[in-house]
């Protein structure tokens, strides 16, 4: 019998690809997608899906917030989504529910929907209290499950703690971001919007679509004839603005503790 799947993701890449790797399971047929939690809850409930493949940040609406609204219904089997290698990865080690590390390799694709197929010979195998709990854990520290004042990162095959005081700024590398810290590079698995959400707007800010900087590292801040801004970084490296970023950097300038610095 053929899994009904419906894929829940607001990036269009990331739909599509795992819009590809489900076409290479015979047995799995995509019934929707979803691109925001409203519409998600909206495809969950008309559709009534045997796979729900869901992405933990949608912006506005994370995951915990889809399956809270379906409180009371039917739970297809879950599968969750994440752009970051969660130091609470362990709360999925179970028969519960799983989750992909995006991007998501063919061969771990495979072993997720292996693992969904044998929770579905399993009656009640997975429990609404149980679902819930795991997403909670991959929302409880969104940036790569690290402790509150740093990141946890990928470096030449070891995990490394990066303080976030030590961060000067993140670019974006397609799948990938890449943290320049304390005269170092890293080059983690992750999309720059999704790490965003996991850092304190009052200390990082997205200044391009593909430019996050420390502002506490900020050293001035100069603007040419273009409108756009350049901030030099303490330390020599100078970031660009975007222009449709313009509005937030004026906003920046006018608070005082960056005002200050940038004089």
Request: proline share 4%; net charge neutral; with cysteine.
């Amino acid at each position: 019998m053929k899994m009904r799947a419906v894929l829940v993701d607001d990036e269009e890449p990331a739909l599509a690809r795992l819009r590809q790797l489900c076409t290479e399971h015979p047995d799995v047929r995509v019934v929707g997608e979803a691109a925001s939690g409203p519409t998600a809850i909206d495809q969950v409930r008309r559709l009534a899906p045997d796979l729900l493949l869901l992405d933990v940040h949608l912006g506005a609406m994370n995951g915990l917030d889809v399956l809270k609204a379906l409180e009371g219904e039917e739970l297809p089997q879950v599968v969750f989504m994440t752009a970051y290698e969660e130091y609470a990865a362990s709360a999925f080690e179970r028969d519960a529910v799983d989750y992909l590390l995006k991007p998501c390799t063919p061969e771990r694709f495979a072993r997720a929907l292996e693992k969904v197929r044998d929770r579905r010979s399993l009656p009640g195998a997975a429990t609404r209290a149980e679902v819930l709990a795991a997403c909670r854990a991959l929302l409880a520290n969104p940036a790569t499950g690290a402790r509150r004042d740093g990141l946890f990162l990928e470096d030449a095959g070891r995990w490394v703690f990066v303080d976030l005081d030590s961060i000067d700024y993140i670019e974006a590398a397609r799948n990938y971001v890449v943290i320049h810290a304390a005269g170092r590079s890293y080059c983690h698995r992750a999309t720059i919007s999704s790490l965003e959400h996991g850092l304190d707007p009052l200390r990082f800010a997205r200044i391009h679509k593909s430019v996050i900087v420390n502002l506490n590292r900020v050293e001035s801040i100069e603007s040419d004839f273009n409108g756009v801004y350049v901030m030099r970084i303490i330390g020599g490296a100078s970031c660009r603005t975007g222009q449709s970023y313009r509005g937030r950097i004026q906003e920046l300038l006018r608070a005082p503790a960056v005002r200050d610095r940038a004089i």
